[in-house]
């Protein structure tokens, strides 16, 4: 899409609503496509400062060109927000087919993993760390591939580490929540949790409290069900490994017995039959998500094309 401004879109309905955005279903008017909004309060963003995160965000989307990272459509503001469109990813989020099945099956898990782990390394190949890893960040298209949305926590690596404790707790890895230095390795981590999470119906690593969670993060030992694949365990116990320099790197990982007769090659281009198709009845149909009833008014603003000046 070339430069657009508010007037271009049609605001449909909101299907996601957080502590820092409003995500919105919309029409591109001049071609009729379905995408979403995400829409940005600049007094929110000033006022936490939050300016560098939300230019780090855009940036990351604008330059991604991965089958399993959300496509960027543009960006544009008014006086009062800011605005990211982006591709619209119907099937929902990974986290409610979870929830309804309590816990993949070893296929299920397997595919779900490969598709996750080409797009960390496609991040990863790019100086991208993502650092939100979690079922709710990962959206299914129509045809049941995956689709890792919401970079608000991810940063681009120069030569320097990251030292910022941030993203969900129950996916944090052990330099994290130390505030050590860290980089690659900690979104490999998470992978961990997510593929025990996807395995077993629930993360490794529980607390009620946060100090409490955080403490069997850097201590608990890793349980598993009775009759666990044996396969499947030496793949998580090896993501979650405590030291990150001996922590299992995403090479060693795609080579590892679990994902034993994988063509990568062909899996990095969709090329794997997904287990699940979701229910998708219409371009704009939204039934994978949740039902929020208000449809924000926008109208009354004045676009500019670009955020710069902002």
């Not at 681009?156 to 129950?170: F, H, I, R």
Request: glycine residues 6%.
């Amino acid at each position: 899409m070339s430069s657009q401004t508010l007037e271009d879109y049609e605001v449909l309905r909101t299907i996601g609503c957080g502590a820092a955005a409003r995500v919105v279903l919309a029409l591109y008017k001049p071609t009729g496509e379905a995408v979403v909004l995400k829409v940005l309060s600049k007094q929110q963003i000033l006022s936490k400062g939050q300016w560098a995160k939300v230019r780090c965000e855009r940036g990351i989307l604008g330059s991604a060109e991965c089958p399993f990272i959300v496509a960027f459509k543009g960006a544009f503001q008014t006086p009062i927000h800011l605005y990211i469109a982006l591709e619209y990813v119907p099937g929902g989020e990974l986290f409610r087919l979870l929830q309804r099945k309590m816990a993949f099956d070893y296929e299920e898990t397997r595919f779900y993993a490969c598709e996750v782990l080409c797009a960390l390394c496609y991040l990863h190949s790019h100086s991208t760390l993502y650092r939100d890893l979690k079922p709710e960040n990962i959206l299914l298209t129509a045809s049941g591939h995956i689709k890792l949305v919401d970079f608000g926590a991810a940063c681009v690596l120069a030569d320097q580490p990251a030292t910022t404790m941030c993203g969900t707790p129950e996916y944090m890895a052990p330099e994290m929540v130390t505030q050590a230095n860290y980089s690659f390795p900690c979104d490999l981590w998470a992978l961990g949790i997510l593929i025990y999470e996807m395995a077993v119906g629930h993360a490794p690593f529980k607390d009620d409290s946060p100090m409490g969670l955080y403490a069997k993060i850097l201590n608990q030992e890793v349980k598993f069900p009775k009759r666990f694949d044996d396969r499947l365990k030496s793949l998580i116990l090896g993501l979650l490994t405590r030291n990150p320099l001996t922590r299992m790197d995403q090479s060693t990982a795609k080579s590892h017995s679990f994902f034993k007769g994988i063509n990568w090659s062909i899996a990095e281009q969709q090329g794997l039959q997904p287990p699940f198709t979701p229910l998708h009845r219409s371009p704009t149909d939204s039934c994978n998500f949740d039902s929020l009833p208000d449809v924000p008014d926008y109208s009354g603003e004045t676009s500019q094309t670009t955020w710069e000046g902002f």
